[in-house]
């Protein structure tokens, strides 16, 4: 979507907060503003939703076509305070970390949690163009449609009953696109840096270009809030997944955006099978064999 048209909707928004303190009885009016613009709004995302309907994607990777369904400055604004929980020293807390299936109505704090966890991810940066609070809210909704949408299989970490790490896999039945049948998206140079929809879509089908053709779990998101990063909550997500995956003698495969996360998945069998440049970042796609 066009940046002018995400800010008409931000600035309706503004208008409906302020009005709704200052005048409860003009609501209704800006409502009803909201709603025009909604409309809008999902009539570009539909056009861009069937161009891509067009072209055969991993069925793990559909959930991305509803990133922009949800314009970012509606959603509640982020509440960090909810993830602080002070503390850090050598892994003093660890074992009061519990992994457990995602519990219906945490889809919303989840995202958050991904959203800031993953908001300096390089390819973010590079598709959104920024890193700043309205990157992040864009991230949150797309991680919040996948969440809802397409959840495949959710744990998140908790300490104190607050998430602070959340780990999806999705099992996928093989990618229909190989190396020798590129997506037909336009090249990294031809996007406007300003036509975020066109950037979302070339990112899309340069990963969907590398989806193994052989049936796997799909590992992706994970990521772990950054205070509680380094204690450990990471590799014991990834121990379950790697665990879960053995005991249905599944392959795996992720895409990863970082040189320090490919180290740290080397830890657990995977292994680099192909880097792609996209908006000047490095990819690499990983996989790690069934095991028998």
């Known amino acids: 979507m066009p940046s002018s048209r995400r800010r008409v909707i931000c600035q309706v928004s503004?208008?409906?907060?302020?009005?709704?303190?200052?005048?409860?009885?003009?609501?209704r009016k800006v409502g009803d503003a909201l709603a025009a613009k909604s409309r809008e709004n999902e009539s570009t995302v539909a056009r861009a939703a069937g161009q891509l309907s067009s072209r055969p994607l991993c069925v793990c990777r559909q959930w991305l076509i509803t990133w922009t369904r949800v314009p970012p400055c509606l959603a509640p604004p982020l509440s960090r305070s909810s993830f602080s929980t002070g503390?850090?020293?050598?892994?003093?807390?660890?074992?009061?970390v519990d992994?457990?299936?995602?519990?219906?109505?945490?889809?919303?704090?989840?995202?958050k949690a991904l959203s800031i966890a993953m908001l300096s991810n390089p390819i973010h940066i590079a598709v959104l163009q920024g890193q700043g609070e309205t990157e992040r809210q864009h991230i949150e909704a797309m991680f919040s449609s996948m969440l809802k949408e397409r959840p495949g299989e959710v744990s998140v970490a908790k300490h104190e009953g607050a998430i602070v790490g959340v780990v999806r896999s999705?099992?996928?039945?093989?990618?229909?696109?190989?190396?020798?049948q590129p997506g037909q998206d336009r090249g990294a140079d031809e996007v406007e840096a300003s036509d975020i929809?066109?950037?979302?879509?070339?990112?899309?089908?340069?990963?969907?270009?590398?989806?193994?053709?052989?049936?796997?779990?799909?590992?992706?998101?994970?990521?772990?809030?950054?205070?509680f990063q380094r204690l450990g909550i990471g590799s014991k997500m990834m121990e379950s997944f790697c665990a879960q995956v053995d005991a249905n003698h599944e392959p795996a495969f992720l895409e990863t955006d970082k040189l320090v996360n490919v180290r740290f998945y080397e830890?657990?069998?995977?292994?680099?099978?192909?880097?792609?440049?996209?908006?000047?970042?490095r990819n690499f796609f990983m996989w790690r064999p069934g095991q028998e």
């Open 197 to 227: 929809e066109a950037r979302i879509e070339h990112w899309i089908n340069a990963w969907a270009q590398r989806d193994p053709l052989q049936p796997h779990r799909h590992l992706g998101p994970i990521g772990v809030l950054p205070q």
């Open 87 to 96: 503390g850090g020293g050598d892994n003093p807390f660890m074992n009061d």
């Open 14 to 27: 503004d208008a409906a907060q302020q009005l709704a303190a200052a005048d409860p009885a003009g609501v």
């Open 99 to 111: 992994l457990v299936a995602i519990a219906a109505g945490e889809e919303h704090q989840a995202a």
């Open 170 to 180: 999705y099992k996928c039945r093989g990618g229909e696109l190989s190396h020798e």
């Open 267 to 281: 830890k657990f069998r995977f292994r680099s099978i192909d880097e792609s440049l996209i908006f000047g970042v």
